[in-house]
């Protein structure tokens, strides 16, 4: 056996969550290495629709004006549209004002970006470095190459199949039924123009598009139920010629959605099954943050915001625990908890409207009639605002009294 390498923190992923902790800590003062499997950058199905609040936690890693608009296109209002032909825009302050919009973020620029920040920052970044074992415990990490690695702390922020939370013996089912996404990019007619994001729903799924950087549109598809057993049947890409088909024109939507398929700008990715939880986010020398630290719902569009969210805490806590407060991990878990249960509770309340197409409409018809509950949901889904106030009986009341 070689000579083992020691570090302090050693961060698996290169993603978001993964580039922002690794400059959280290298800011304080701390040894960081991130491994990343993948040996260059490639498009994987995640999200890129999401809220000012995210922009804001961008910022406060270190990306400036330049940067953002790079990566970053407004939008100003994602618009929810039902079977029956409801339309909800929801906005997220300011009534979707370019001051405070969401924005389609550009993740080929966006990720290899932070990735670069971190580098400049002082971690170690090492590329196409696939864990093959690991002891979460003892802090020892086996690579595909064969060289082992011992840390003080492993970060597992390496998505929703994190090998971190496996060996771990954290990962847990969601609370939803199983679900498939498919996601890739097609090119926009007009990219000068600004527009809302759109989000489809029909009987047992969703499609959700989203203008973003580079002239471009992402299309994000979430199946459930009979649209699983085509899928298998028929395969992506007629599924998805079938779902794009069912898109009913708007004229602020210049894409010939009937005929997308055939002019995707990257390759079709998916993830099976899209949720899952944890039953812990540590343990004595590990911490999970993003989409490893447990994933709901992509219909709300939070889980970079969530990564970001969580990455920030996670420096905190490793950076205290480093520094011998034993309490540090465990208030970490208990901090994330804190912080996305209210949150969690509403996106199952939208799962399961979602699953009764009748209340669905239903509510739907009560937001796009009420400017105040329409407000409210945005903000709570923008994370501008607590989510309980979506919880709250009065709110749930007012939103569905005839």
């Given at each position: 056996?070689?000579a083992?390498?020691?570090?302090?923190?050693?961060?698996?992923?290169?993603?978001?969550?993964?580039?922002a902790?690794?400059?959280?800590?290298v800011r304080?003062?701390?040894?960081?290495?991130?491994?990343?499997?993948?040996?260059?950058?490639?498009?994987?199905?995640?999200?890129?629709?999401?809220?000012?609040?995210?922009?804001?936690?961008?910022?406060r890693?270190?990306?400036?004006a330049?940067?953002?608009?790079?990566?970053?296109?407004?939008?100003?209002?994602?618009?929810?549209?039902?079977p029956?032909?409801?339309r909800?825009?929801?906005?997220?302050?300011?009534?979707?004002?370019?001051?405070?919009?969401?924005?389609?973020l550009?993740?080929?620029v966006?990720?290899?970006?932070?990735?670069?920040?971190?580098?400049?920052?002082?971690a170690?970044i090492?590329?196409?470095?696939a864990?093959?074992?690991?002891?979460?415990?003892?802090?020892?990490?086996?690579?595909?190459?064969?060289?082992?690695?011992?840390?003080a702390?492993?970060?597992?922020?390496?998505?929703?199949r994190s090998?971190?939370?496996?060996?771990?013996?954290?990962?847990?089912?969601?609370?939803?039924?199983?679900?498939?996404?498919?996601?890739?990019?097609?090119?926009?007619?007009?990219p000068?123009?600004?527009r809302?994001?759109?989000?489809?729903?029909?009987?047992?799924?969703?499609?959700?598009?989203a203008?973003?950087?580079?002239?471009?549109?992402?299309?994000?598809?979430?199946?459930?139920g009979?649209w699983?057993?085509?899928?298998?049947?028929?395969?992506?890409?007629?599924?998805?010629?079938d779902?794009?088909?069912?898109?009913p024109?708007?004229?602020?939507?210049?894409?010939?959605?009937?005929?997308?398929?055939?002019?995707?700008?990257?390759p079709?990715?998916?993830?099976?099954?899209?949720?899952?939880?944890v039953?812990r986010?540590h343990?004595?020398?590990?911490?999970?943050?993003g989409?490893?630290?447990?994933?709901?719902d992509p219909f709300?569009?939070?889980?970079?915001?969530?990564?970001?969210?969580?990455a920030?805490?996670?420096?905190?806590a490793?950076?205290?625990?480093?520094?011998?407060?034993?309490?540090?991990?465990?208030?970490?878990?208990?901090?994330?908890?804190a912080?996305f249960?209210s949150?969690?509770?509403?996106?199952?309340?939208?799962?399961?409207?979602?699953?009764?197409?009748?209340?669905?409409?239903?509510?739907?018809?009560?937001?796009?009639?009420?400017?105040?509950?329409?407000?409210?949901?945005?903000?709570?889904?923008?994370?501008?605002?607590?989510a309980?106030?979506?919880?709250?009986?009065?709110?749930?009341?007012?939103?569905?009294?005839?």
């Open positions: 056996m070689g083992v390498e020691r570090r302090e923190v050693v961060v698996v992923g290169g993603g978001p969550a993964g580039a902790i690794a400059i959280g800590l304080r003062g701390r040894d960081v290495l991130v491994l990343e499997r993948a040996p260059t950058w490639r498009w994987r199905a995640c999200g890129v629709f999401t809220s000012p609040a995210t922009v804001a936690a961008l910022g890693i270190g990306l400036d330049a940067d953002l608009a790079r990566v970053a296109r407004p939008i100003p209002a994602m618009r929810v549209e039902t029956a032909g409801t909800i825009r929801l906005t997220y302050g300011d009534d979707g004002s370019l001051r405070s919009p969401a924005v389609g550009d993740r080929s966006l990720d290899p970006l932070l990735l670069a920040r971190a580098l400049d920052a002082g170690e090492r590329e196409g470095a864990v093959r074992d690991l002891d979460v415990d003892a802090g020892r990490i086996g690579l595909a190459d064969g060289t082992i690695v011992e840390a702390v492993i970060v597992g922020a390496d998505g929703i090998i971190v939370a496996r060996y771990a013996g954290v990962g847990r089912n969601a609370f939803l039924s199983a679900r498939t996404g498919l996601t890739f990019h097609v090119p926009e007619p007009s000068e123009v600004t809302d994001a759109r989000m489809i729903v029909f009987d047992g799924g969703y499609v959700g598009l203008p973003v950087s580079g002239g471009r549109v992402n299309v994000g598809i979430v199946l459930g009979r699983r057993d085509r899928l298998r049947n028929v395969g992506a890409a007629q599924v998805v010629a779902v794009l088909g069912g898109v024109p708007a004229d602020d939507d210049p894409v010939d959605w009937g005929s997308a398929v055939g002019r995707a700008c990257d079709m990715e998916g993830a099976a099954p899209i949720g899952h939880r039953s986010r343990g004595r020398r590990w911490l999970l943050v989409d490893a630290a447990g994933f709901l709300t569009g939070e889980g970079l915001h969530r990564a970001l969210v969580s920030g805490l996670a420096t905190e490793i950076d205290r625990h480093l520094r011998g407060e034993s309490d540090a991990l465990p208030a970490y878990d208990r901090a994330m908890g912080r249960r949150k969690d509770a509403v996106s199952l309340l939208v799962q399961a409207f979602l699953s009764r197409p009748a209340l669905f409409e239903h509510a739907a018809r009560r937001l796009a009639a009420r400017a105040g509950a329409r407000e409210t949901m945005g903000l709570v889904m923008g994370d501008l605002v607590p309980s106030r979506a919880l709250d009986p009065r709110f749930v009341a007012g939103l569905l009294r005839p």
